[in-house]
């Protein structure tokens, strides 16, 4: 009896990776299109960050689930800490710098609210920095 | 488990196609380092899946090391691009 049940436990988690590898990698796909797609640097990073952040963990799940072994269980832990802790900054530092380059379509924004906030001559702020 | 394995290589080979055609395309270099950040996630996404369906831990150190890389280059090249100057610089 025990041994049917964690057959069929075994076999669970299986499909369940599965599923979880399938989603994975239609939301890196869909993620891609838009990419692709979209007219503009802060909607493409809207994009971007399904594969970083869901799609990532979802495979990392789906691999968990596969391998079943806990020190392989903190090493993926590990990598799904590290890309939750650091695509927000890169994306943050991304958009700041694209907004502040003036390579974002102002057309396109609903609400803008830091143009107003900016220095009007933060363009000349490097030369007065060297 | 090898029809998943297939199915997901073909959905990850067309999605790293799309993101090189961006890379090439995009018009400012802040568009190339977007997509380069999600071109490294779907290489994570691949060794993960090739790692879940054969069973074997070989590239688990890759991922970290990865997930690690990602953000030190998109890091780098927003920070060195015009526009993005210290807070403090602009303040004074």
């Known amino acids: 009896m025990s041994a049917a049940s964690t057959a069929t436990a075994a076999d669970v988690a299986d499909v369940v990776a599965a599923v979880c590898l399938v989603i994975g990698a239609l939301l890196t796909l869909i993620a891609a299109i838009g990419i692709l797609r979209f007219p503009d640097v802060l909607t493409r990073m809207h994009s971007a960050t399904k594969p970083q952040v869901l799609g990532l963990l979802l495979i990392l799940v789906a691999l968990g689930l596969r391998l079943r072994d806990p020190g392989t269980i903190g090493l993926l832990c590990l990598v799904a800490l590290f890309q939750l802790v650091t695509s927000p900054i890169a994306s943050h530092m991304v958009g700041r710098a694209s907004f502040r380059a003036g390579q974002v379509r102002r057309d396109l924004l609903v609400v803008d609210e830091l143009t107003d906030v900016l220095p009007h001559e933060q363009q000349h702020s490097t030369e007065r920095e060297n | ?92």
Not at chain 2, 22 to 27: A, E, F, L
């Open chain 2, 1 to 92: 488990m090898n029809a998943v394995l297939v199915v997901c290589v073909g959905v990850l080979g067309v999605a790293a196609l799309l993101l090189v055609t961006r890379i090439s395309m995009g018009p400012t270099m802040l568009d190339r380092v977007v997509a380069l950040d999600v071109l490294v996630a779907v290489i994570i996404c691949a060794l993960a899946l090739e790692a879940a369906v054969h069973r074997h831990t070989t590239t688990l150190s890759i991922l970290v090391v990865l997930s690690l890389l990602g953000f030190v280059g998109s890091v780098s090249v927003a920070r060195f691009s015009p526009g993005s100057d210290d807070v403090e610089a602009e303040g004074s």
